[in-house]
């Protein structure tokens, strides 16, 4: 009880041959080898959760934020022919940062898809991409119910500084009437889904470690007289498969 000893040293201390019975179980003194483990990951965990909200406050703060064009627009379903359209050109300034671009349309059990390409006028560079903003909602046997969104935001990562223009075309059934929707483009803003992804890589290892720890725990309990269990009926002083403590041994031994 005072030291651990693995099975297979005491096989190697009296010199015997073959291999030691395999290890069942955990025994009450046994060691856990992930304890040192689980602290250390712990206190590597806090460190870099630190320095993941320092970084997070940082960006908050010297992001430009910087709304960099913004407009209303009309799509006419009736109208046959071409709907494509460009904006006014604006710019782009300081470092290559990401382009936040939110959409925004009166739709209402309908959808609208647009197809976007942002244009560099001194290059010619684009970046070509389809948001759809849809929404649709009613009324079944569970209640009211609804899906999709009338907002939709995307955002175009590592846009260098220059002039652009945006070239629009949209799309939709035909004849359901006249579409309302705006634009609105935001260079330099904070993405929050990069930090969270961080943050679960961070925990994922503390989880796991933990987890295994916790578990190595409850296999040393298992082993015990004295590990919850649920009642039965039939345990009494003349269950032979009672545990017997040391109590009932001098009991025993005074008796006879």
């Known amino acids: ?34 304890s040192a483990d689980t602290s250390a990951i712990w206190l590597a965990c806090a460190g870099f959760l630190a320095l993941l909200v320092l970084m997070l406050m940082g960006f908050s703060t010297f992001a ?15 109208a046959r022919g071409e709907a494509s359209f460009v904006t006014d050109v604006f710019e782009i300034k300081g470092h290559t940062s990401d382009l936040e671009l939110k959409t925004t349309s009166n739709v209402d059990n309908n959808w609208i898809y647009l197809n976007y390409a942002l244009i560099n006028q001194d290059t010619g560079r684009a970046y070509d991409f389809g948001r759809e903003v849809s929404y649709y909602h009613g009324y079944d046997s569970d209640g009211f119910w609804s899906e999709g969104s009338q907002v939709d935001s995307v955002a175009i990562p590592s846009v260098p ?18 579409i309302w929707y705006s ?42 007289d004295y590990a919850p269990t649920a009642p039965s009926d039939d345990d009494d002083d003349n269950n032979p498969n009672r545990p017997i403590t040391l109590g009932d041994l001098s009991e025993k031994r005074n008796d006879s």
Do not use: C
């Open 183 to 224: 634009i609105t483009a935001t260079r330099d803003v904070p993405q929050m889904s990069f930090f969270g992804l961080a943050f679960l890589a961070l925990s994922l290892p503390v989880a796991l470690i933990t987890w295994r720890s916790l578990s190595f725990e409850h296999l040393r309990w298992a082993e015990s």
């Open 1 to 34: 009880m005072g030291e651990y000893v693995s099975g297979r040293d005491i096989w190697k201390a009296f010199g015997l041959q073959g291999d030691p019975p395999e290890r069942i179980g955990v025994y009450e003194n046994q060691p856990s080898p992930l």
């Open 64 to 78: 430009r934020n910087e709304q960099v064009i913004a407009g209303n627009y009309e799509f006419n379903t009736n």
């Open 161 to 178: 500084p220059g002039n652009y223009y945006l070239r629009v075309e949209p799309e939709s059934d035909f004849g359901r009437g006249n």
